[in-house]
């Protein structure tokens, strides 16, 4: 990523854009902010958020006209938020005087004709950018016209004390001035450096190449305005302080004045609220009625995609925050790569970028910075090790295999069941096979193995190159037939990588050609609710294949809120689980918890995943092929990690055996190895540490293997327990062991990464 | 992690090979081509080391992190 696609991206993300009533007003008054500090009943914050772009709040905030409240999001539930009233509100409790900061001052001199609110603005900014001030005046007293409102609104001693603090500012001011004579003017333009004229008065003599600045209101149209003749005082002190910089007067002011605003703030789900009325008409809101209105204020912000996705949730911003952190990452040099983390643990599910008003795709955002950081041999080594590892496993002997089905010597289609539901369930593999065959002609294949989507969700581009190309290899030496996929995962890499071969997925194929006719357990007739895995986001046609499968089961569904297109991942998605274990356990629980019904779902990871977390699920063939061993579907526990394994050992083994005759291979080639005889005794326990920190059963026969056969061991005389080391791969494993009757007792493991050498006697 | 990383409980395992209590000496940790020295629980007569399962989880896995992430 370079500095002109961050770019790019961060504008993508408009959260930071401005709500509608700040882009509104003509001075860009913070709203949102001083309506939160209001809502709080924070008065003194609120007045210094007013304080900081208004000039004269006294005055500007008991009379200000709020043009931005015909913008305000609140019309979409209920009214607008009086913006003004609360100004008002405000500005009329009792503030603590503050002082008034300046820059130093500066050699040039303006002077500044009128008092209206336009001249006097001109002067409060002039003066604090530190430039001589002296204010012209043609009557006795300033601000006439702000005097000359009713008491009850602006009482007089406001204006007076408000316009007091331009002679703090050290404002010279001059009343009784003959600004109407042309020869005072011409004195005017000699004298001083610069010069305004302000509303009402000889604003035609407009002349800003030689100094000479004025009043634009009419082009504006808001001559009645108090905020928008402020604001013409703005604009003009700005043109003044660039004039007298020397640089360009216009360049970069689009945003001067009020502008449309990208900011997208959801309203729908918003109960509607009426506008709090004040009890008292004239003189406006108490606190507490000030309060309650302040409290409908909807805070305009986006996050849509936050509020949907644990992951950017987690890490306390949004996309546009991320994608810099993201740049940053990757530029750095020396020192820690502080978004390692959060490159990793996005599942890649796409959500984001369904929800979001922009289309931001953090999924790609991530996967490039995963491709990015493998291919500078900046990837952490543990972070998606184990998931990598896994895969090696299902594209090994121990469970890969290709064949025509029994006695074809043709495919005209293939299944392809995937690794995850060879792994939870392998029998529903068997019985979805014998059926596939019953019902397609012509011979249906049979491809076991990975689609290498952990190597694809690593950044590991080539490794997943060299492999997928082995699969299409297989595909190929089948003679090309259809491919039929069970899970979703599947059929997203084969049809980005493998776009000449036709597939489909199991519950298009059963739902075209047809259920088992056996189908006599009866389904019940509470609803279960539909999961759709977060890889179908863009397949509608699945989904419905799925939901007429249901149908034609008797099955009743219910959907969820967020289903279909809009689907969250069940953390199982981009190797989430192996980067972050626990951020994935927050996002299933968020899954789990948005329908008190059983779940069904059609990908085998997504069951096992709200199964783990305590979720009732049912996988859509346990209602298709059930077992009559397993009346409670949804209550099926999720295999651990090594019979994860061990159960695509024995679906190989057996289906070999069973439907091509080639013999038990299993107990005889892979139990060969002396480590696989060692028996163990788990407590659950331990197995649940197993789980938890990932270690499988043949990694600690490993260790005991070597330990028993090398002697290479510590002993504990108080316990009789063994403490043993062993490295299989990249990580050290340790296991706290004892002999018992019939093998050997486990009681703890854990691992490290670290190599360490002792030194003996030191 | 240069420091002291032994704890008394570690001292109670013997070195089943030499069938010696474990003493407190310098070992040598290297991990992503970084090498660092601590004094770790070992044996005296073949060296080999302890890590300790809060060691493995705690301190080192820290250590791992950092130079991962370097
Ligand atoms: S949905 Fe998310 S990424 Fe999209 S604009 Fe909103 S905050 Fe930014
Ligand atoms: S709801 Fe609040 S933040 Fe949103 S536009 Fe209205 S005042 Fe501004
Ligand atoms: S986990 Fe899914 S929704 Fe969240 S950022 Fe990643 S791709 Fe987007
Ligand atoms: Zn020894």
Redesign the interface.
């Given at each position: 990523m370079d500095q002109k696609e961050l770019r790019l991206l961060e504008n993508q993300c408009i959260q930071e854009e401005p709500p509608e009533c700040m882009a509104a007003c003509p001075i860009h008054l913070d709203v949102r902010v001083f309506v939160g500090q209001m809502a709080r009943g924070a008065f003194h914050e609120a007045w210094k958020v007013l304080r900081k772009t208004m000039p004269f709040p006294g005055i500007l905030g008991r009379i200000c006209d709020a043009p931005c409240r015909d913008h305000c999001k609140r019309t979409k539930a209920g009214q607008a938020i009086e913006i003004g009233l609360l100004e008002r509100a405000c500005v009329t409790t009792s503030v603590p005087k503050q002082r008034i900061l300046a820059l130093p001052k500066k050699e040039k001199r303006i002077a500044i004709v009128g008092s209206d609110l336009d001249s006097l603005t001109a002067a409060w900014d002039l003066s604090r950018k530190g430039y001589g001030i002296t204010l012209f005046e043609s009557g006795e007293q300033l601000g006439r016209s702000l005097l000359a409102m009713p008491e009850a609104i602006l009482p007089r001693d406001v204006v007076a004390k408000e316009i007091l603090d331009l002679d703090e500012l050290g404002v010279e001011i001059r009343l009784n001035s003959p600004i109407h004579d042309k020869f005072f003017l011409a004195y005017l333009h000699r004298g001083f450096d610069a010069l305004y004229l302000g509303q009402g008065d000889i604003a035609e003599l407009r002349d800003e190449d030689n100094g000479i600045f004025a009043c634009g209101s009419s082009q504006h149209g808001g001559a009645g305005s108090p905020v928008w003749q402020a604001a013409e005082g703005r604009w003009a002190a700005t043109s003044m302080d660039r004039y007298l910089q020397k640089v360009s007067l216009t360049a970069g002011r689009e945003k001067d004045g009020p502008y449309p605003t990208k900011l997208y703030t959801r309203t729908d789900g918003v109960i509607p609220l009426p506008t709090v009325q004040p009890l008292d008409q004239v003189q406006g809101y108490t606190q507490d009625e000030a309060i309650r209105e302040a409290g409908r204020c909807l805070q305009c912000q986006c996050l849509e995609c936050v509020k949907v996705c644990a992951y950017l949730k987690h890490f306390g911003g949004y996309p546009k925050k991320y994608a810099r952190e993201i740049y940053n990452n990757d530029s750095i040099v020396m020192?820690?790569?502080?978004a390692?983390k959060l490159i990793n643990s996005c599942s890649l599910c796409g959500l984001c970028e369904a929800v979001c008003p922009e289309d931001f795709a953090m999924q790609t955002l991530c996967i490039e910075a995963r491709r990015d950081m493998v291919q500078k041999g900046k990837m952490?080594?543990?972070?998606h090790e184990f998931a990598l590892l896994d895969m090696a496993f299902s594209n090994s002997e121990q469970f890969a295999m290709v064949r025509h089905e029994p006695g074809h010597k043709a495919s005209t289609s293939v299944f392809f069941p995937g690794c995850q539901l060879s792994a939870s369930a392998p029998a529903m593999v068997k019985r979805a096979y014998a059926h596939l065959r019953q019902i397609i002609p012509g011979g249906v294949g049979l491809m076991l193995g990975c689609c290498n989507a952990p190597a694809s969700w690593a950044g590991q581009e080539d490794r997943f190159q060299t492999e997928f190309s082995g699969l299409r290899d297989q595909w190929i030496s089948l003679g090309r037939p259809d491919i039929i996929l069970a899970c979703s995962t599947c059929y997203q890499i084969f049809q980005t990588y493998l776009p000449e071969a036709k597939i489909k997925s199991l519950w298009q194929v059963l739902d075209e050609k047809g259920l088992p006719g056996d189908l006599s357990v009866k389904h019940g007739a509470v609803p279960l609710t539909v999961h759709d895995p977060c890889t179908t986001r863009h397949e509608p046609e699945t989904q419905q294949n799925v939901r007429n499968l249901l149908r034609r089961l008797g099955q009743p569904y219910e959907e969820l809120e967020l289903g279909r297109n809009h689907t969250e991942c069940c953390g199982f998605g981009g190797l989430m689980q192996n980067a972050n274990p626990d951020l994935a356990k927050t996002v299933v629980q968020r899954l789990s918890g948005q329908s008190s019904a059983d779940y069904l779902t059609y990908c085998a990871g997504c069951r096992d995943n709200l199964a783990a977390s305590g979720k009732r699920a049912v996988y859509i063939l346990d209602l298709i092929f059930p077992d009559t061993a397993m009346p409670d579907p949804g209550s099926r526990k999720r295999p651990g990690w090594s019979l994860r394994q061990e159960n695509r050992i024995r679906l190989k083994d057996e289906l070999l055996n069973e439907l091509w005759r080639e013999g038990s291979r299993k107990m005889a080639d892979t139990r060969a190895d002396d480590h696989e005889k060692i028996i163990l005794n788990i407590s659950p326990e331990v197995q649940q540490t197993l789980e938890d920190r990932r270690i499988l059963i043949p990694d600690i026969q490993k260790v005991i293997h070597h330990a028993e056969s090398t002697?290479?061991?510590?002993?504990?005389?108080?316990t009789g327990h063994?403490?043993t080391?062993f490295k299989p791969y990249k990580a050290?494993f340790?296991v706290e062991y004892s002999v018992s009757a019939c093998g050997f007792t486990l009681h703890?493991a854990?691992?490290?990464?670290?190599?360490?050498?002792?030194?003996?006697?030191? | 992690m240069n420091g002291d990383y032994s704890s008394p409980q570690d001292l109670?395992?013997?070195?089943?090979?030499c069938n010696i209590n474990?003493?407190v000496?310098?070992?040598?940790?290297?991990?992503?081509g970084n090498r660092m020295t601590a004094n770790?629980s070992?044996?005296?007569?073949?060296?080999?080391?302890?890590?300790s399962?809060e060691l493995?989880?705690g301190k080192?896995?820290e250590?791992?992190?950092?130079l991962?992430?370097?």
């Open positions: 020192g820690s790569r502080q390692n952490p080594p543990s972070a002697g290479e061991a510590l002993f504990h005389p108080a063994y403490m080391a050290t340790w703890n854990y691992s490290h990464r670290m190599e360490v050498a002792g030194k003996g006697q030191p | 109670a395992w013997k070195c089943r090979k474990l003493i000496g310098p070992a040598t940790l290297t991990y992503m770790l070992q044996c005296p007569i073949c060296g080999y080391v302890l890590i399962e493995a989880l080192m896995a250590v791992e992190q950092v991962e992430d370097k």
